[in-house]
């Protein structure tokens, strides 16, 4: 390991003799995660890093500007983004005055740039290809040609915590988002929008795809709601069917699985064994610990009101995905394809007006429907320590379970809130567009008898939804709001 200076400051590089150092910690649609540090260099005790990936169909360049024009053009109020060399330093830049503002920076972390070789990514694309989900390493792997890299810490441990002595666990929760759409530009045939959340539709589009098993009754309504019942319910949920929104960590370790190993998977950790897990952190007997934790992390989720800051910046999308797509239109200064698509009905005279916005206005309603989208992918890393010296001083909030009459320090930080980028307006459109014909489609067919439907019309829905086709790949690379 090395340190190079570079114009404004002394970095940190990674080289080739360092990537044993480091486990694979997990892995989302764009980067992939490493921990567990095990080297002597101090600055990487205790964190993460977190490398771009390449989709293995196109050979990635690193010399692609990082934002396109109209990205600069709808950030520009964000100092020093034009200059930005690298994704890593525009996400900081982002992160830092964009989402800090609005979730606060108690709990969110903009974590530190550092320069890596080209030899200690091929090292470690070596060293974690068994750890990888197939389903990931088919799709695509560590992208050798990015030279650096996001120095993060990781919120899975707790940094003073000496594992004998005090065990901690953390869950990792991905919510969606938390609020049911409320527009005007939503056409009436959509409807059911305002009543059912996106989370809900979409787990019938998955299944459909046979990309879920079977559907989660988790409702991110429910996560939001402020009452104790329901955040405990989706929780429950949450356990019982984690797909790739629920994760659990003992002592920084990854222990359920989710949806990594298979497709299919959507398995949780064993109820049983994980009652023996919570032996040393929850102090109730055998058959009551899993309550008792579930409790802890739903009376966390309520106390700590971190989620209050998430669902406003969730809603900074005013207008819905079916009014926000013309203002973007207006910002890449092309023809609206949506109203094209519409002809004269009465969705496109509605939306009209959209397109006499100013650049300015359009801009904002972009804007934030982005930033929003950020808010609707991220995930909630929260840690629990149980207390062993009730009157000790703790640096961590603290968290009191009457059930169990037992104190907890914890920790609560923001993961994973990256720009997205600007030309995924259009992939949110017509997955939004998808989710909610096939959701309506769905509901049609519970209602009429099979063979009172017109036999067109599931050939109509298979064929619209690609059911034979590689679903799977498309909704990896866009896990979009
Ligand atoms: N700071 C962190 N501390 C602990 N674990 C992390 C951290 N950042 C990411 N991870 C783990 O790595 C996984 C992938 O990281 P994420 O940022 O979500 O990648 P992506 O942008 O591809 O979705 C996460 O789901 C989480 O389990
Ligand atoms: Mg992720």
Same mark, same amino acid.
């Given at each position: ?27 989302? #649609? ?118 650096? #890299? ?147 992390? #739903? ?183």
């Amino acid at each position: 390991m090395a340190k190079r200076k570079t114009s404004d400051s002394m970095e940190l590089v990674l080289e080739e003799s360092d990537a044993g150092n480091w486990v694979y910690k997990g892995e989302g #649609a764009a980067n992939i995660v490493l921990g567990g540090y095990n080297g002597s260099n101090p600055h990487f005790v205790g964190k993460v890093i977190r490398i771009q990936k390449a989709p293995r169909s196109k050979t990635q360049s690193a010399t692609t500007s990082v934002l396109s024009v109209h990205e600069n053009l709808l950030w520009r109020d964000i100092e020093g983004i034009s200059a930005s060399s690298t994704k890593e330093i525009v996400g900081q830049l982002y992160v830092k005055n964009v989402i800090i503002p609005l979730l606060g920076s108690e709990h969110v972390d903009t974590g530190m740039h550092i320069l890596v070789s080209r030899q200690f990514l091929e090292a470690v694309e070596n060293n974690i290809f068994c750890q990888r989900p197939a389903w990931r390493v088919d799709a695509s792997k560590v992208n050798p040609l990015c030279d650096s #890299a996001l120095l993060i810490s990781d919120h899975s441990i707790f940094p003073d915590g000496i594992v004998n002595v005090s065990p901690y666990i953390s869950v990792e929760i991905k919510p969606k988002c938390g609020f049911l759409p409320n527009s005007r530009f939503i056409a009436e045939a959509n409807a059911v929008k305002r009543t059912i959340s996106r989370f809900q539709m979409h787990q019938v589009l998955k299944l459909h795809q046979g990309e879920i098993s079977c559907v989660s009754d988790y409702d991110p309504l429910d996560l939001f709601s402020g009452s104790i019942g329901k955040i405990n319910k989706a929780i429950k949920e949450l356990f019982t069917t984690p797909q790739n929104n629920f994760r659990i960590f003992l002592n920084g370790s990854l222990i359920s699985e989710g949806m990594a190993g298979t497709i299919d998977s959507t398995r949780s950790v064993a109820g049983g064994e994980f009652e023996d897990t919570l032996e040393g952190i929850i102090r109730a007997d055998r058959g009551f610990r899993l309550n008792s934790f579930l409790q802890l992390v #739903a009376e966390t989720i309520l106390i700590s009101g971190v989620l209050d800051q998430l669902l406003d910046a969730q809603q900074l999308d005013l207008i819905d995905i079916e009014g926000a797509i013309h203002a973007y239109y207006n910002v890449i200064s092309q023809h609206c394809k949506v109203c094209g698509e519409w002809g004269d009905s009465k969705v496109s005279k509605r939306c009209s007006p959209l397109h006499s916005l100013s650049l300015e206005d359009s801009l904002k309603i972009v804007r934030d429907y982005m930033i929003a989208a950020t808010a609707k992918d991220c995930s909630l890393m929260l840690s629990f320590r149980p207390k062993m010296d009730e009157d000790q001083m703790s640096l961590h909030n603290t968290v009191y379970l009457e059930s169990i009459n037992q104190r907890f320090d914890y920790k609560a930080y923001f993961i994973d809130l990256d720009m997205k980028p600007l030309k995924k307006m259009v992939h949110y459109y017509e997955l939004d567009q998808k989710i909610v014909s096939c959701y309506t489609q769905k509901e049609k067919m519970k209602y009429e008898p099979p063979n009172l439907m017109n036999r067109n019309e599931y050939e109509i829905i298979d064929s619209h939804f690609n059911v034979a086709g590689n679903s799977r790949d498309e909704s990896m690379l866009s896990d979009g709001p």
